[in-house]
Each structure stands twice: as structure tokens, then as C-alpha cells.
């Protein structure tokens, strides 16, 4: 397969930055744990990593760095279920488990101390008050900052997002919202009663400024659409609604310590988002940041604790920074030299001398404290520690051009030892696994252990594993997205194969060997593709698929939720919109697909039923088709159990091995942890 019009590679870079840190000035402390350089080994020298190390549950997540800069604390695994822990960041360790049970949510309060939301005994959450040491103060105010909601057992919500932390916190119900003044520290007095808060319906985060005055709210609705609302002299009103696909990449950020200001992200009237000031008053508009190639979102955003916006983030294959605050490109060019991978910013110390940090590498999400005077990075936890110091895949950025003349970005991931002199190309062409991402309007969504877990296993396996982006998916404009409107087995398709065509050119993948993983639309993806171009492929893994469009759309239209789909698919109501589905639909095209195809679904999948996967299956058997099939019963649409993927690699594993060629850890019990039904 050859492509003249798809160029060499292109990597997408991250915005520049005006001064240039010297190396000396950067050090990276960490223990023993990061994962070695991909050039480090051969494919064929690394250990094989066991499939139970990369699919484990995470040990840590939801990270905070407390006010004073030299504790944080984390959610994490422990043997009571979930715990808090806490920690000086010089002994990380040496954390300790607070006293709490079952925490979900929490926050640092001003003076070190720790709010959390906890499961109540009898349904419904509470809240908890802990000293800076982890322990319940005396006396237990507890069950006074608990008792907020009307109806008790109510879901509560800590919402931050205040410019400067103090001695209140907003809480958000399922029946509006309330501000809480905590007791002092010590302090023998039962709390203030929570006062109740003039908030819109369906509020679910609230901006309040320097003076705790609500300022903005963000109200989703059911239909996945959302307001953005003002608070102004005269009461709530409407800054503008955003419909389905502009609220996947609109938001406030923050509010002004004075309350005059707004931050935050929309699309409206444009076709990417950017970054607004906007007067609470008027409303009038300031354009503060945007891209020309992606989105700009609101998860990401750098904010100062007068509320000012330093900095926002935008993905096109890598992440890409746009500072407004010049101040900070220092750190963000030490950060860039000291700490593998892009780095996210998750937080500061009241001082502004600490920052807590993100490696998005492609590996698990590791933490780090960054002093900013001395320029270290300090690690701090990693989600996976028992992957600390095993062989990983880098990942690459790259983008290609489709036949028309669209750039698109994608990722590679190379086995570790294959790209000997780290130009982002393999030694020889590989073995190629093309990852297509569900949705189809994921997009930049992509550094996600969950997904990102799969392509460690199948490069250590020793194949080249490409994520394909596609028009059709979110956070690169409107105009993107809305191009792959009932253009699944058109435009979506074409982009997969330019990007096989990009990967064979460049040398990434041996033409031979090539296979097709995805999920959910992934899934749809890689069947379709498959019988309409039955030479490309050598084999695929369908995950959770629908391959039957009009009885896929038939049931979304029942249930009364056709509008997106029949703008984004098609419609199922009139002849014409049943069969431009059916010609699209993978179960019509089944005499075509002549590679061998391994399928899977779960039994309690409610967006994707398996009758799908049933009906398709018997289709392509009563073809003469051999279709592995695995079944898991328990299993929703998105599998949760680690035990499920164990068990889909490791008959995955085999079947790309004979198809392809790769390497596979042998099989033991994992189809008896996981429960699976072949089908």
C-alpha cells in the first residue's frame, strides 16, 4: 500500500515559549521507579510485563498539594476499600490513612485541614472535618456539617473553584447548593448552619468571587447540553446555551477576586473554543486565547488565586500550552526538560513557591511537587507503583494528511528497543495494531491509563500500536467534527486508511501485518473497514460494537433521543434513511470480511446491546466464518473488572500471535477470574 499524497512525519509541537532554561538549572528527584528509556532494550531482550501489572486497579488518584506546600494527600487503595491518605512530600512512603471511612471527595481547607465527602452508613453522603494530621477533630463536628439537604441521604459535591481558599466551602445537593463556614481549629463551637445559596436549577459548578458571592454557574441537562449563566445586579441570566457538541468543550474556569470578571471556554458563534474574559455584568466579551488547529478546553487551565486565567491547554497529538501570564514559561520550560512526557499543572501552595504536577507520558499518571525557586521536581505517587522501574513504550505525536488535505493527529507507540536511534521511527517496519476510539467524539482525549494500559501490553508484545484520530471526533472545531456527520462508512473510514497508508510510508508498519483494534463506534470501525477494504487488514478485535445501524438507531429513536443521532449517523424512519443505514451497517457487509475477526461484548452493556454482537456473530459463522466470541456476563459497556481485560488479552494475545506474529504471555486462569462465556 503506498500514499503519494500523505507527507513524512510531522510531529505536532507544543506552543513555544520565549526564554530557553539551561539544563543545569533542572534536576529531576525520584527514586529508582521511572520507567527506562524506550531504546534501553531490544524487542526481543524486554521481559514480558504480566498482563495482571498493567490492568491492576490504581493505587492513587484525585492528588492535592495542601496550602502549605509540604503535604498532599491522595485517594487510594488500602485494606479498609478506598482511603485518604496523607503525606509530607519529602517522605511520600510514609504516607498515612486518615480517619475516615469511605471517602470520595475532599479538599484542603486554608488552614491544612481536610473536608471530605464520605459515604454515609445509611445511604446518601456526609461530610467529615479532619485536623492537617488526618484525624477527626475534637469535638466532631461531622454530623452538623452532614446535616444540609431536606431530604437526607442526598449526593453532595465539593465545589473549589473559589479564587483564595478560606474558611468556607460550597456544597452542591441534588436540591441546590449551600455555603458552609467551618469551625476554627480547635475551636469547641458546633459549626454555623449552612446557609442556602440563590443558585439556577441543574447547577453543577458554581463560581463564587473574593467576597463568597456566587458569580457564575455551569447547568448541564439531560440531554447532554448546558448553560452558562451570569449572576449579575438584576439576578441569574443566560451567557449563552451550548448544544451537545459545544458543551464537550465549553466551561467557566474561575471568576475574579472582585466578581467583575469571568473566565471561561466556549465555542459559541466561532468554530473552535477559546478562552473569554467576560464582564458579569454586561456580558460583553474579551478573546483572550485560541488555537488555530484545536479546541481550547477548560479542563487543564492554569489559574492564578486572584482568579486571573495564567495559562490554558489545547491537544493536537500533543498537548500545547498558550501562556497569558509570561511569567511562568520559566517553569514551563524546566518542567518540560525535568519531568518525561507533557506536564499537566494540578495545583500550587498559597505561596505560589510549589506546584504540583502531572507526567503524561503515555505510562501511568505519576505526581510531582516542582519547586519553583530551585527548579526540582520532586515525585511524588504514581497511580500504577508496581509498574515503577518495568520497560515502557514512549509515546510519539505525530499528525498526517488525508487524501484531501486534512491534518489529522494521531500517536505512535514502538516497542521498547525498537527505535534504536530515537527518531520516532522502528529499526524495521513492525507489526501494527491501528486503535480506533469509540464515541466516534472522544478525540483529544487521550491520555487515559485505562486505554493507554492496552497499548503498553501490545508494544511490549512487540507490535507498533498507532491511535488513529478521525473527522467525526471532538476538540479539534466544529468544522472537524461535524464533517463525519452520517459519514461512517465514507470520510471516517478514508482517515483510518490514510493513516495505515501514513504508517507504511513512513516505515512504521510492515504492510503485511496489519490489524484493527477498537471499541464501541471502534468497533463498528474496524469491521466496516474490513470488509470494504478485506486486503489492508490481516486480522481485528472488535470490542462492544454496533454493526447493525438501523436497528441501533431504531432503539435510540424509540427511546426519544434521536435528534443527535440522526444528525451525526442517520435517520431510521423513512425507507431511504433504513437503507443508507444498512448499506453502512457491517451486518450487510459480512460476505466481505475475510480476515479472521475475534469479537467480545458484555451482558449488561445498555448503550450497545449484545444482540448486536450476537446477531453479527452468527452471521459471520453461518459465512464460514471461525469467530472467536467472548461473553461477559456481568460486564457494562466500557469493561470495569481488571479481571475482564485480563482475560479479552489473554485470548487477544493468541490471536494476534497467530495472525501477526507478536509475542504472548501464556495463559492461566484468567478466563475462570473473569467469568467469560464463549459465545
Same mark, same amino acid.
Given at each position: 500500500?503506498?500514499?503519494?499524497?500523505?507527507?513524512?512525519?510531522?510531529?505536532?509541537?507544543?506552543?513555544?515559549?520565549?526564554?530557553?532554561?539551561?539544563?543545569?538549572?533542572?534536576?529531576?528527584?525520584?527514586?529508582?521507579?521511572?520507567?527506562?528509556?524506550?531504546?534501553?532494550?531490544?524487542?526481543?531482550?524486554?521481559?514480558?510485563?504480566?498482563?495482571?501489572?498493567?490492568?491492576?486497579?490504581?493505587?492513587?488518584?484525585?492528588?492535592?498539594?495542601?496550602?502549605?506546600?509540604?503535604?498532599?494527600?491522595?485517594?487510594?487503595?488500602?485494606?479498609?476499600?478506598?482511603?485518604?491518605?496523607?503525606?509530607?512530600?519529602?517522605?511520600?512512603?510514609?504516607?498515612?490513612?486518615?480517619?475516615?471511612?469511605?471517602?470520595?471527595?475532599?479538599?484542603?481547607?486554608?488552614?491544612?485541614?481536610?473536608?471530605?465527602?464520605?459515604?454515609?452508613?445509611?445511604?446518601?453522603?456526609?461530610?467529615?472535618?479532619?485536623?492537617?494530621?488526618?484525624?477527626?477533630?475534637?469535638?466532631?463536628?461531622?454530623?452538623?456539617?452532614?446535616?444540609?439537604?431536606?431530604?437526607?441521604?442526598?449526593?453532595?459535591?465539593?465545589?473549589?473553584?473559589?479564587?483564595?481558599?478560606?474558611?468556607?466551602?460550597?456544597?452542591?445537593?441534588?436540591?441546590?447548593?449551600?455555603?458552609?463556614?467551618?469551625?476554627?481549629?480547635?475551636?469547641?463551637?458546633?459549626?454555623?448552619?449552612?446557609?442556602?445559596?440563590?443558585?439556577?436549577?441543574?447547577?453543577?459548578?458554581?463560581?463564587?468571587?473574593?467576597?463568597?458571592?456566587?458569580?457564575?454557574?455551569?447547568?448541564?441537562?439531560?440531554?447532554?447540553?448546558?448553560?452558562?449563566?451570569?449572576?449579575?445586579?438584576?439576578?441569574?441570566?443566560?451567557?449563552?446555551?451550548?448544544?451537545?457538541?459545544?458543551?464537550?468543550?465549553?466551561?467557566?474556569?474561575?471568576?475574579?477576586?472582585?466578581?467583575?470578571?469571568?473566565?471561561?471556554?466556549?465555542?459559541?458563534?466561532?468554530?473552535?473554543?477559546?478562552?473569554?474574559?467576560?464582564?458579569?455584568?454586561?456580558?460583553?466579551?474579551?478573546?483572550?486565547?485560541?488555537? *488555530?488547529?484545536?479546541?481550547?478546553?477548560?479542563?487543564?487551565?492554569?489559574?492564578?488565586?486572584?482568579?486571573?486565567?495564567?495559562?490554558?491547554?489545547?491537544?493536537?497529538?500533543?498537548?500545547?500550552?498558550?501562556?497569558?501570564?509570561?511569567?511562568?514559561?520559566?517553569?514551563?520550560?524546566?518542567?518540560?526538560?525535568?519531568?518525561?512526557?507533557?506536564?499537566?499543572?494540578?495545583?500550587?501552595?498559597?505561596?505560589?513557591?510549589?506546584?504540583?504536577?502531572?507526567?503524561?507520558?503515555?505510562?501511568?499518571?505519576?505526581?510531582?511537587?516542582?519547586?519553583?525557586?530551585?527548579?526540582?521536581?520532586?515525585?511524588?505517587?504514581?497511580?500504577?507503583?508496581?509498574?515503577?522501574?518495568?520497560?515502557?513504550?514512549?509515546?510519539?505525536?505525530?499528525?498526517?494528511?488525508?487524501?484531501?488535505?486534512?491534518?489529522?493527529?494521531?500517536?505512535?507507540?514502538?516497542?521498547?528497543?525498537?527505535?534504536?536511534?530515537?527518531?520516532?521511527?522502528?529499526?524495521? *517496519?513492525? *507489526?501494527?495494531?491501528?486503535?480506533?476510539?469509540?464515541?466516534?467524539?472522544?478525540?483529544?482525549?487521550?491520555? =487515559?491509563?485505562?486505554?493507554?494500559?492496552?497499548?503498553?501490553?501490545?508494544?511490549?508484545?512487540?507490535?507498533?500500536?498507532?491511535?488513529?484520530?478521525?473527522?467525526?471526533?471532538?476538540?479539534?472545531?466544529?468544522?472537524?467534527?461535524?464533517?463525519?456527520?452520517?459519514?461512517?462508512?465514507?470520510?471516517?473510514?478514508?482517515?483510518?486508511?490514510?493513516?495505515?497508508?501514513?504508517?507504511?510510508?513512513?516505515?512504521?508498519?510492515?504492510?503485511?501485518?496489519?490489524?484493527?483494534?477498537?471499541?464501541?463506534?471502534?468497533?463498528?470501525?474496524?469491521?466496516?473497514?474490513?470488509?470494504?477494504?478485506?486486503?489492508?487488514?490481516?486480522?481485528?478485535?472488535?470490542?462492544?460494537?454496533?454493526?447493525?445501524?438501523?436497528?441501533?438507531?431504531?432503539?435510540?429513536?424509540?427511546?426519544?433521543?434521536?435528534?443527535?443521532?440522526?444528525?451525526?449517523?442517520?435517520?431510521?424512519?423513512?425507507?431511504?434513511?433504513?437503507?443508507?443505514?444498512?448499506?453502512? =451497517?457491517?451486518?450487510?457487509?459480512?460476505?466481505?470480511?475475510?480476515?479472521?475477526?475475534?469479537?467480545?461484548?458484555?451482558?449488561?452493556?445498555?448503550?450497545?446491546?449484545?444482540?448486536?454482537?450476537?446477531?453479527?456473530?452468527?452471521?459471520?459463522?453461518?459465512?464460514?466464518?471461525?469467530?472467536?466470541?467472548?461473553?461477559? *456476563?456481568?460486564?457494562?459497556?466500557?469493561?470495569?473488572?481488571?479481571?475482564?481485560?485480563?482475560?479479552?488479552?489473554?485470548?487477544?494475545?493468541?490471536?494476534?500471535?497467530?495472525?501477526?506474529?507478536?509475542?504472548?504471555?501464556?495463559?492461566?486462569?484468567?478466563?475462570?477470574?473473569?467469568?467469560?462465556?464463549?459465545?
Amino acid at each position: 500500500m503506498s500514499s503519494s499524497s500523505v507527507p513524512s512525519l510531522a510531529l505536532a509541537g507544543v506552543l513555544s515559549f520565549a526564554s530557553v532554561c539551561p539544563a543545569q538549572d533542572v534536576a529531576l528527584e525520584h527514586p529508582a521507579s521511572r520507567h527506562v528509556a524506550s531504546h534501553a532494550a531490544t524487542p526481543d531482550v524486554a521481559p514480558l510485563v504480566p498482563r495482571h501489572a498493567l490492568f491492576a486497579e490504581p493505587s492513587a488518584w484525585s492528588v492535592s498539594l495542601a496550602p502549605d506546600g509540604r503535604h498532599a494527600a491522595w485517594l487510594a487503595s488500602g485494606d479498609r476499600g478506598v482511603e485518604l491518605r496523607v503525606a509530607d512530600v519529602s517522605q511520600p512512603e510514609a504516607a498515612r490513612a486518615c480517619d475516615v471511612d469511605a471517602p470520595r471527595a475532599y479538599r484542603f481547607t486554608a488552614d491544612g485541614r481536610l473536608l471530605v465527602v464520605a459515604a454515609a452508613p445509611a445511604g446518601g453522603d456526609r461530610l467529615v472535618l479532619l485536623d492537617p494530621s488526618g484525624t477527626k477533630p475534637s469535638p466532631d463536628a461531622s454530623a452538623a456539617l452532614g446535616d444540609l439537604s431536606p431530604r437526607p441521604g442526598s449526593p453532595l459535591s465539593l465545589d473549589a473553584r473559589q479564587p483564595t481558599p478560606d474558611d468556607t466551602c460550597v456544597v452542591l445537593t441534588d436540591d441546590g447548593a449551600y455555603e458552609i463556614t467551618l469551625p476554627a481549629s480547635g475551636a469547641d463551637d458546633a459549626p454555623t448552619p449552612a446557609r442556602a445559596l440563590d443558585v439556577p436549577a441543574e447547577t453543577a459548578v458554581l463560581l463564587v468571587d473574593g467576597r463568597r458571592r456566587p458569580r457564575a454557574a455551569w447547568c448541564p441537562d439531560e440531554r447532554g447540553e448546558a448553560t452558562l449563566m451570569r449572576c449579575t445586579s438584576a439576578g441569574w441570566v443566560s451567557h449563552g446555551h451550548c448544544d451537545w457538541a459545544s458543551a464537550r468543550v465549553s466551561g467557566p474556569l474561575s471568576v475574579s477576586s472582585d466578581g467583575r470578571t469571568l473566565y471561561a471556554v466556549h465555542d459559541l458563534g466561532r468554530d473552535r473554543s477559546a478562552l473569554f474574559a467576560i464582564d458579569v455584568e454586561s456580558g460583553a466579551e474579551t478573546l483572550l486565547a485560541d488555537d *488555530p488547529l484545536a479546541d481550547v478546553l477548560p479542563a487543564g487551565a492554569t489559574i492564578a488565586a486572584d482568579g486571573s486565567v495564567q495559562a490554558v491547554v489545547s491537544y493536537f497529538g500533543r498537548l500545547r500550552r498558550t501562556l497569558l501570564d509570561p511569567s511562568l514559561a520559566r517553569d514551563f520550560e524546566r518542567l518540560a526538560t525535568a519531568i518525561p512526557g507533557e506536564t499537566s499543572f494540578a495545583g500550587r501552595s498559597a505561596d505560589d513557591a510549589r506546584w504540583l504536577v502531572r507526567s503524561l507520558d503515555g505510562g501511568p499518571l505519576e505526581c510531582f511537587v516542582y519547586d519553583r525557586a530551585s527548579g526540582r521536581a520532586t515525585h511524588l505517587v504514581s497511580e500504577q507503583p508496581q509498574l515503577d522501574g518495568v520497560l515502557l513504550a514512549g509515546r510519539r505525536a505525530v499528525s498526517y494528511a488525508t487524501r484531501d488535505g486534512t491534518l489529522v493527529p494521531g500517536h505512535v507507540y514502538l516497542p521498547p528497543g525498537s527505535d534504536a536511534d530515537g527518531d520516532g521511527r522502528p529499526e524495521r *517496519p513492525l *507489526p501494527t495494531i491501528f486503535y480506533v476510539h469509540g464515541g466516534p467524539w472522544v478525540g483529544g482525549e487521550w491520555n =487515559s491509563w485505562f486505554t493507554n494500559r492496552s497499548f503498553q501490553l501490545l508494544a511490549n508484545r512487540g507490535y507498533a500500536v498507532m491511535r488513529v484520530d478521525f473527522r467525526g471526533a471532538g476538540g479539534y472545531g466544529r468544522a472537524f467534527m461535524d464533517s463525519g456527520n452520517a459519514a461512517w462508512d465514507g470520510v471516517m473510514r478514508t482517515d483510518l486508511l490514510d493513516a495505515v497508508a501514513w504508517a507504511v510510508d513512513t516505515g512504521v508498519s510492515d504492510p503485511q501485518r496489519l490489524a484493527c483494534w477498537g471499541w464501541s463506534y471502534g468497533a463498528y470501525a474496524v469491521t466496516e473497514a474490513m470488509a470494504s477494504t478485506p486486503d489492508v487488514f490481516a486480522c481485528g478485535l472488535a470490542m462492544y460494537g454496533v454493526y447493525d445501524l438501523v436497528s441501533f438507531v431504531q432503539g435510540i429513536e424509540a427511546m426519544g433521543g434521536s435528534r443527535l443521532w440522526r444528525e451525526r449517523v442517520g435517520e431510521a424512519v423513512t425507507p431511504e434513511g433504513r437503507a443508507a443505514l444498512w448499506r453502512a =451497517s457491517p451486518q450487510s457487509l459480512v460476505a466481505q470480511i475475510r480476515a479472521p475477526l475475534l469479537v467480545t461484548h458484555g451482558g449488561l452493556d445498555e448503550r450497545t446491546p449484545q444482540s448486536q454482537s450476537d446477531a453479527f456473530v452468527a452471521a459471520l459463522r453461518e459465512a464460514g466464518r471461525d469467530v472467536p466470541y467472548l461473553v461477559y *456476563p456481568d460486564e457494562p459497556h466500557d469493561y470495569r473488572r481488571p479481571e475482564s481485560w485480563e482475560s479479552f488479552w489473554a485470548e487477544g494475545e493468541r490471536f494476534l500471535a497467530e495472525h501477526l506474529g507478536g509475542r504472548a504471555e501464556p495463559l492461566t486462569d484468567e478466563h475462570e477470574r473473569a467469568g467469560v462465556r464463549f459465545g
